[in-house]
């Protein structure tokens, strides 16, 4: 995501946190309560994980807002000295460049040999003598604090730089479980779909031959894989299909293959529909609490009062000049 809109994006969750923390509190309560030990393991763990950095969303903000005050109150006494450096150093290079213009013409004419011009020579010899005597008297003017406050500057920038990384990772890590796992839950209707297929491929290894039943089996690979959170079943599946490839065709592991898959298809669907009764609407409503804070920054798209904000913030001049 672009910075300056990820910045915008917190000009509008940064106020609401704010107003909205204690909600924002017992919303994560409430789901905390809900019991997801049946869960796998990789949900359970990210839906718990998840609720922990909401959380602690609160002191990473405090710690944007803080590392920011810290830059901001810095800058009205760095700023002329870093203007008045910069303009130097520009007029430095400008110098560099004529005294290296010179230098090259210097050495085209020595190339000549015996058909130098002597008092040519003396002048260019002069010229660049001239001009850096000016260059060194313009990084005379450079005042001597001026690297320990670039030093400062660029660690303060840093740490505000690092405060809103840390922010937005914590964000996303937040967020993204509760996508995955809505997604996985709603397409269990999908995975329901699949047993009449899946229960086929046992008389597909048994009744046809290798390439045929390897070219059927995939089909139903292919299905599978478009299923959320359906990886585990498709794994055992393809090893059935493949216990069949290559010239010493293997069915006894390819049925012992597709009976694993099968068992874990069957604790696949035990799990989600008893998570469709006990927690998709929990989740749907927590998700929904998160999703115009913790969560916006992972939204497709933006409601009309969001966008103009955004459109608002986008559209204000941004010094960066100081960063360079």
């Not at 359906?230 to 216990?243: F, L, T, V, Y």
């Not at 009976?259 to 929904?288: D, T």
């Not at 916006?296 to 000049?321: P, T």
């Amino acid at each position: 995501m672009n910075p300056k809109l990820q910045k915008c994006i917190e000009e509008i969750t940064f106020p609401f946190y704010a107003e909205h923390e204690n909600y924002i509190r017992a919303g994560v309560d409430t789901i905390s309560q809900v019991n997801v030990e049946y869960l796998p393991d990789k949900y359970k763990k990210a839906l718990k994980t998840s609720q922990l950095q909401a959380l602690g969303t609160f002191d990473l903000v405090e710690a944007v807002n803080q590392r920011d005050q810290d830059l901001n109150e810095f800058i009205p006494g760095y700023e002329d000295l870093h203007q008045f450096v910069r303009r130097t150093q520009f007029e430095v290079r400008k110098i560099e460049f004529d005294i290296h213009e010179l230098e090259q013409r210097k050495m085209r004419l020595e190339r000549n040999g015996n058909s130098v011009d002597a008092l040519i020579m003396k002048q260019i010899g002069e010229s660049i003598e001239t001009f850096q005597d000016m260059k060194d008297e313009l990084e005379k003017k450079i005042p001597s604090q001026w690297q320990s406050e670039r030093e400062k500057f660029e660690k303060l920038n840093k740490e505000a730089r690092a405060s809103r990384q840390k922010y937005r990772r914590n964000s996303d890590s937040a967020y993204e479980p509760l996508i995955q796992l809505s997604a996985v839950l709603n397409s269990t209707q999908a995975l329901l779909e699949m047993e009449k297929s899946l229960n086929s491929i046992k008389s597909i290894i048994e009744n046809e031959q290798p390439d045929s039943a390897m070219q059927r089996i995939k089909r139903i690979e292919s299905t599978l894989g478009g299923i959320k959170g359906a990886s585990s079943i498709k794994s055992k599946i393809s090893k059935a299909r493949r216990a069949l490839k290559g010239k010493k065709p293997n069915p006894e592991k390819a049925l012992q293959q597709w009976q694993l898959g099968m068992s874990v298809y069957y604790q696949e669907i035990e799990w989600r529909q008893r998570a469709e009764i006990e927690l998709a609407q929990p989740l749907a409503n927590y998700e929904l609490l998160l999703k115009d804070s913790i969560g916006l920054r992972m939204q497709k798209k933006l409601n009309k009062d969001q966008a103009l904000a955004v459109a608002a913030c986008k559209s204000s001049h941004e010094d960066i000049s100081l960063f360079f």
